[in-house]
């Protein structure tokens, strides 16, 4: 397949597919037949000068866009327990674009509002650009636990990109951190987790929920200094510094502060 058919046949199914044509309505709108259309997008024929005319007005478009030098880009997503952060790349490797939005461990908030916040990301961040032409990694915290890889790569493949693949948030620290050399891994935000990587191989050595684990984490370390303040509150520990800090942050007293770690949970507690 020559460049000149390569780039006609990526445009062409790129920007096809952008109006939410199937290739037999499109074959419809500019009276060919699916078939050929399908030869098209598979690089096996380009249509003449006076059909070329037909599918630029169609779809939009010029016809020098229709044999433009096809793009390539690649979109990673990070999301965890206090935010979802996502980065746009080109083919060299430079981010042209980022954004940064809500949490959306689907463990934590449920994978309807997870989804939600995705997708509203997704679409912002790639604009004018075509799913088809984008590789997307997502790395999501709580997205691997029981049947929530699948129900999230279902997700993901509604957007028709170029290739995607999903996994948890601890896949992107190790890939970005270690690449293919020995070494540990180790995040410390809301939650806390640690692979150590030998051979390029890797393993988990901790971080099997907040339930379970202690240390190091915003979760537990936030858990131990509300501990110490209301144990002197309650009078059965010694007053700290963290007491009059605390005092200081809620002037209106401690029931306001359990109301605001009871009605944002873990995270509240880990910020």
Known sequence: ???????????????????????????????YSEKTVSKWECGSSVPCIDTLFDISK????????????????????????TKTELALADKNGNIIRTLKTEPCNPVDIGLNASTVILEDAIYKICSDISFSSIYCFAGIAGGITND???????????????????????KNIIAAGLGDCDGITLILGTGICAYIQKNKKHRRISGWGYLIDNG???YN???????????????????????????????????????????????????
């Open 1 to 31: 397949m020559s460049n000149y058919s390569a780039n006609f046949s990526f445009h062409l199914k790129a920007l096809r597919e952008k109006r939410n044509l199937t290739q037999k309505a499109f074959a419809e709108l500019i009276q």
């Open 58 to 81: 169609i779809l939009h478009t010029s016809i020098e866009t229709l044999f433009s030098e096809r793009y390539i880009y690649y979109l990673g997503i990070d999301g965890g327990g």
């Open 148 to 170: 929530m890889q699948q129900m999230l790569k279902a997700f993901f493949s509604k957007f028709n990109f170029l290739g995607f693949s999903n996994d948890s948030d601890n």
């Open 216 to 218: 190091g984490s915003g």
């Open 221 to 271: 370390l936030g858990r131990d200094a509300l501990n110490a303040y209301f144990s002197a509150v309650d009078e059965t520990g010694p007053k700290t510094a963290l007491t009059e800090v605390i005092d200081e942050m809620y002037p209106e007293g401690m029931q306001k502060l359990i109301e605001y770690i009871y009605s944002g949970g873990k995270k509240a507690v880990g910020q």
